[in-house]
């Protein structure tokens, strides 16, 4: 089967770092993706991972490891706007080019 | 370059109406794919179409269809719509199959 978790809520204050795991368990894979959806808008893609490591862009970091089936995306120097949901997706080829999608984890900052 | 765009907005119809959602992909890109959004299920690939074919489809019942015509715009249709079938339908589109995906603002759905 295809699961990918992610915790359901997370808080944080103006200025920190928070990090948003995302597991999962899919038949096979071809790429880990992080998206931000605001309330009422579309998702934005931020990241793509396919090979294990770390990989930056300005405040948000994304991280894979493959043989544990875990990524986690970093977010630096939290601002009020960062107040989204965030979803972990996954390419498996069994599924053909399909995303499967976490269901998301809302972050809220305050100051 | 002008993004996805998704047409109608907003769709209030009642049950066993039917229903036809327009999306125009980015320019240039050939892959379109269509996934529903509700707070319980979060987000669910319906199908994806690339240069008019049906790559891939979802776990949905045949009521979901779509096409994709030569200009890369696709239209996704349901028929005999049931309350469950509220929604926000999602498109987006990417370059070639595997690429990264660029979602439109969507289309919300209500089945009254």
């Known amino acids: 089967g295809q699961n990918i978790d992610q915790p359901t809520e997370m808080t944080a204050t103006e200025g920190a770092i928070v990090q948003i795991n995302c597991t999962y368990q899919t038949s096979g894979f071809n790429g880990l993706f992080w998206y931000q959806q605001h309330a009422g808008e579309a998702p934005t893609f931020l990241s793509y991972?396919?090979?294990?490591g770390l990989e930056e862009k300005g405040r948000f970091s994304s991280f894979l490891s493959r043989s544990k089936g875990y990524s986690y995306l970093l977010l630096k120097e939290l601002q009020m706007k960062d107040s989204a949901s965030y979803l972990c997706a996954v390419r498996d080829p069994q599924a053909g080019t399909a995303l499967i999608f976490g269901k998301g984890t809302t972050l809220s900052v305050s100051s | 370059k002008a993004g996805v765009t998704q047409t109608p907005r907003y769709l209030i119809k009642t049950r066993g109406q039917q229903v036809t959602l327009s999306c125009s992909p980015i320019?240039?890109?050939?892959?379109v794919s269509w996934y529903q959004q509700t707070p319980g299920q979060g987000l669910q690939f319906l199908f994806e179409y690339f240069s008019e074919t049906q790559r891939n489809k979802g776990n949905f019942p045949g009521r979901f269809s779509g096409r994709q015509f030569s200009n890369s715009r696709s239209e996704m249709n349901v028929s005999t719509l049931e309350l469950g079938d509220s929604a926000l339908y999602l498109c987006a589109s990417s370059w070639k199959e595997n690429n990264e995906q660029f979602f439109g603002p969507g289309t919300r759905l209500t089945v009254l």
């Open positions: 991972n396919v090979l294990d």
């Open positions: 320019s240039g890109h050939r892959s």
